[in-house]
Every structure is written in C-alpha cells, then in structure tokens.
C-alpha cells in the first residue's frame, strides 16, 4: 500500500524565517496530497492541498510543491510566526483512492 | 465550510466496558467516514473506512470485534470500542469525505482513557 515518509520530525526556526517539511509518496497512482495542523489535543485542519494536474500551489504565506516523477512534495511556511508552531503531516491518498495514509509528523518550533 | 463533530471529547472508562464515540457531518452528506487513531507524539493510523449502509472495511491488524463501526445515516458514524483495556487508551479520530471526493475534514478528536 502506500507509504509516506516525512522529514524532519522536529524542526526550529526563529520568528520571520521560513520552513520547509519535505515528504515522499511510494504510490505513483496517488493523486491528492494534503498538508494537515495539528494542535495539541486537536484534530488536524487542512491548511493546503495540491493535485497531481499541478506543481505549486499558493496560499499567503504557505506553499506547496509537488515533484510527481520523483513523487515527493513539499510545505513551505514564509516568515513564520510564533502561532505557526505545531504539528505538521503530510497525507497521500491511499490505494482504494479513499483514505488518507500520513506521514510521521513534523513539530515546528517558531521562537520569538 | 465542511464541518465534523466528534463526542464525547474525552472519555474515562473503567477496564471491560465499552465506549461509544459518535462522529457526524454538520452541514454536508458524508457516504465514507474514516477512524484513526493517535498515540501521544505518533501520526494517526488509520482503522477502518466506514460506509454508509454497508460493512465497514477494516485495516490489517485493527480487530473488528473490537472496534465496531456503525454508518447508519449520511451524517452520522460510531465507533465502539468494545470491552475496552488500558492498551486501548489512545486519541482515536474521525474524518468524513466532503467537497470534491478527496478533501477531507476532521473531528476534534476523543481522548480515550481505560483505568
């Protein structure tokens, strides 16, 4: 089935740098790859997505890329603030074409 | 936008009885529902698809005895986690299916605790 894999599980910025979580999909019939938030003790809230028809997608401040021939695709959080920091996944449809499988998660850290 | 909501929050249960976390679609129809569940610091592993009017279909490992799921409504899946262990305590999570197919959107979660 498929696998995503997520890089890094941690990662530390000061407030106005930017952020890039990366992740890879094993399954090259994936077609939908969403980015999830996580706060403590909450449900993940979708942030942005991006569809294989497309490599970039933008949304202010946060970006996605994705690579479908290498099949990995990318988060990037311009001039972050402290607000941004949680927990960050990465999903890729499984093979039924239904569910969502994630990846391992990403804790972002925006000092001020 | 899509809504789901997820009760209870929080639960604490003794050890062998079961536990019934409901999930519903707000202001849209959802066919397909999924549960996941969470450990602390860990990414959401997904249990079951659940679909409307039919057998839910379950994961390699996740014990369907276990872990019933009903979809009896558009709008409504449950998922009981029967005679419930320690083991079991874990963050479980629904999403449904909204918008265009693949879009989906989360509840809060519950927060399971079996002392």
């Known amino acids: 089935g498929e696998n995503v894999e997520q890089h890094p599980s941690t990662l530390s910025v000061q407030e106005g740098d930017s952020a890039v979580i990366k992740c890879t999909y094993s399954d090259s019939a994936s077609n939908y790859f969403p980015w999830y938030k996580q706060e403590l003790g909450k449900g993940p809230q979708l942030i942005i997505d991006?569809?294989?028809?497309?490599g970039e997608k933008k949304d202010q401040r946060i970006a996605v890329t994705l690579n479908k021939t290498a099949k990995h695709f990318s988060l990037h959080i311009t001039e972050t603030q402290p607000e941004d920091s949680a927990v960050y996944f990465c999903?890729?449809?499984?093979?039924?074409?239904?569910?969502?499988?994630f990846g391992k998660g990403t804790t972002l850290s925006v000092s001020s | 936008g899509a809504v789901v909501s997820q009760h209870p929050s929080r639960v604490i249960c003794k050890s062998g009885t079961s536990v019934k976390i409901e999930c519903r679609s707000l202001?849209?129809?959802?066919?397909?529902m999924f549960w996941y569940r969470q450990f602390p610091k860990q990414s959401l592993m997904l249990m079951a698809t659940s679909n409307e009017g039919s057998k839910a279909t379950y994961e390699q490992g996740v014990e369907k005895d276990k872990f019933l799921i009903n979809h009896a409504s558009l709008t409504l899946s449950t998922l009981t986690v029967t005679s419930a262990h320690p083991e079991d305590s874990s963050f479980y999570i629904c999403?449904?299916?909204?918008?265009?197919?693949?879009?989906?959107?989360f509840g809060s979660g519950t927060r399971l605790t079996v002392v």
């Open positions: 999903a890729a449809i499984n093979q039924a074409g239904t569910a969502l499988i």
């Open positions: 202001d849209f129809q959802a066919t397909t």
């Open positions: 999403s449904a299916l909204s918008g265009t197919g693949d879009s989906s959107t």
């Open positions: 991006i569809r294989s028809n497309v």
